[in-house]
């Protein structure tokens, strides 16, 4: 007989404190996930508070959800600056003692033609989805530490994409330094999970496909709309809310414990399908 442990507990994250950037489109999907797998915080960051996208609404949200014992929190931070995350972190040691999940999910984008690209959008990307999670790593290792032990370490998942590994847009749309801040996001997770591994943190790169959100929207359209993607997806779908909930609890239960500097690409598949951009 196999010594696996209590099977209902595996993918539970009872009692456990999460930061997660990001409070709509797929932060918001990680957060509820969270929630509701027992989690008994969840804060969230983003930069605007109020309004129908806004941190406020987020939070709300996560509060009513029924037959969850654990509680949101909304913290208004610009974690593209190290002025917003070192506020952000302040805050949260207000808050909380200790972090036992740290979601690295707020990222920006910029498309347009090779020629020209303004060069701000590059920085706003870079300073976002590179040296922001850098940074935000860097100085969460305090209260990630004090919560991670061998056996169950402190988890950080860094949100990249699958443009990290595939070239996914170029030409009128292209994204080409998007792209490359996460392909260096992913790299940045196989070195923490090197760098912080044997300081109880694990971490890894989950990489979605399309997940309509606002921040894919536009692009979506630009590529023919949901339907025409869908069509083109070998699993004949985009991402729904499920899809980044399942994956991030995974990584953040005792299942995901020995789970360290992988990326994990969550999207159906497509992005082994060759030529599924050649229209652009
Ligand atoms: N959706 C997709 O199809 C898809 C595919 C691949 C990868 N991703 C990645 O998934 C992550 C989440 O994207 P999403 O689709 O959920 O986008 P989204 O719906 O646009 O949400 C982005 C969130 O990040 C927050 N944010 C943006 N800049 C911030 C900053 N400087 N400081 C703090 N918070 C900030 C936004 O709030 P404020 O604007 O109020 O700050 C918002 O809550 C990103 O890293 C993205 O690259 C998404």
């Known amino acids: 007989m196999s010594d696996l442990s209590d099977m209902s507990k595996l993918f539970r994250l009872d ?17 509820t996930a969270f929630l509701k797998a027992g989690a008994s915080k969840v804060i969230l960051a983003a930069r605007k508070a109020e309004g129908p996208q806004g941190l406020d609404q987020a939070v709300k949200r996560l509060n009513e959800l029924p037959g969850v014992q654990g509680s949101a929190v909304g913290i208004s931070a610009n974690v593209a600056t190290l002025d917003g995350i070192e506020s952000l972190l302040k805050q949260i040691g207000e808050i909380v003692d200790r972090l036992d999940i740290l979601v690295a999910n707020a ?17 706003k990307i870079l300073d ?3 040296r922001g999670v850098f940074n935000l790593v860097r100085l969460a290792v305090p209260l990630l530490e004090k919560s991670g032990s ?53 971490s890894n790169a989950v990489a979605p496909g399309f997940f309509p959100t606002r921040l894919a929207n536009g692009l979506i359209q630009e590529l023919g709309g949901q339907e025409a993607l869908e069509r083109e ?20 239960s005792r299942a995901g414990s020995y789970v360290n500097g992988e990326d994990i690409a969550v999207d159906g598949g497509a992005r082994w399908k060759q030529g599924t951009n050649h229209k652009l």
């Open 15 to 31: 009692g456990k404190v999460a930061l997660v950037t990001g409070s709509r489109g797929l932060g918001l999907h990680a957060a």
């Open 107 to 123: 990222g920006t984008t910029w498309g347009g033609p090779f020629e020209p690209t303004p060069d701000w959008s590059s920085q």
């Open 128 to 130: 976002l989805n590179v």
């Open 150 to 202: 061998r056996s169950d370490p402190s988890r950080i998942v860094i949100v990249s994409s699958v443009a990290g590994t595939n070239v996914t847009h170029t030409g009128d749309h292209g994204t080409i330094m998007y792209s490359a801040s996460k392909a260096a996001a992913h790299h940045l997770a196989r070195n923490f999970a090197v760098e912080l591994g044997p300081r109880n943190i694990t």
């Open 233 to 252: 997806n070998p699993r004949l779908r985009l991402g729904v809310p499920d899809d980044i909930g399942g994956v991030m609890v995974f990584l953040c």
